[in-house]
């Protein structure tokens, strides 16, 4: 790992513990699953949450793709286009995000598909390896410094994390991410920062620390 990568990881590692070392925030119950709840700690007055995507995530989606499109040369139909943005984001059960910076956790599940057997934790892994190569392909990064190691979600079968830090469009960000299985569902909890505002990441870290997966209800 570079050095200078390191020494970030330390400052993060630092402000964690002390944004952690707070008062615990209230549970905040969350419906991601049939007969699955997710249990997480979301401090108050700067995150909202929400089942529908903030309007600044969908207006930020439709320009990158389609940014991706027109690099590839393709003409962009702009009904096509924002059907694709809502279909990516319905992909999503919850969104917690920072209105005024930008910053979101997207919460993700997806259930296997009959017949599909449960995943290998190594398969797990691979998937976050890949969800990496993925962010370094992306338009507008560069300078990716990130770190795949395995975490532990309560309630959950197992779990890597995916940390990054990265420049987009010049903009220093972070990425953090949690992939993981449990009982016949993966899920991919993703958090970008928008560089806006430096309590965002630290906060957001505290929050998937905090995070359990418990049985629920099935809607």
Known sequence: MPRRFARLFLISALLLLC????????DQLLEVAPGHTLAIQIPPGRWQVSAQSPEFLVAEMTEHLAHDL???GKTVDEAALQAAVAKRLAANEHFIFNPVSGAHLDIDFSPLAAGESAP???LVADSA????????????????????RRERVKGADYAYSLDAAYRKHDVPTRFYGLIGFVRDN?????????GKDPEDYPEARCMLRSARLIPGVSR
């Open 19 to 26: 944004a952690c070392a707070k008062r615990p925030w209230p």
């Open 129 to 148: 390896r890949f969800a990496a190569e993925s962010l370094i392909g992306e338009e507008g990064v560069t300078e990716v410094n990130h770190r795949v």
């Open 186 to 194: 993966w899920f991919f909890f993703y958090f970008t920062e928008s």
């Open 120 to 122: 290998s934790r190594r």
């Open 70 to 72: 027109e690099a590839q």
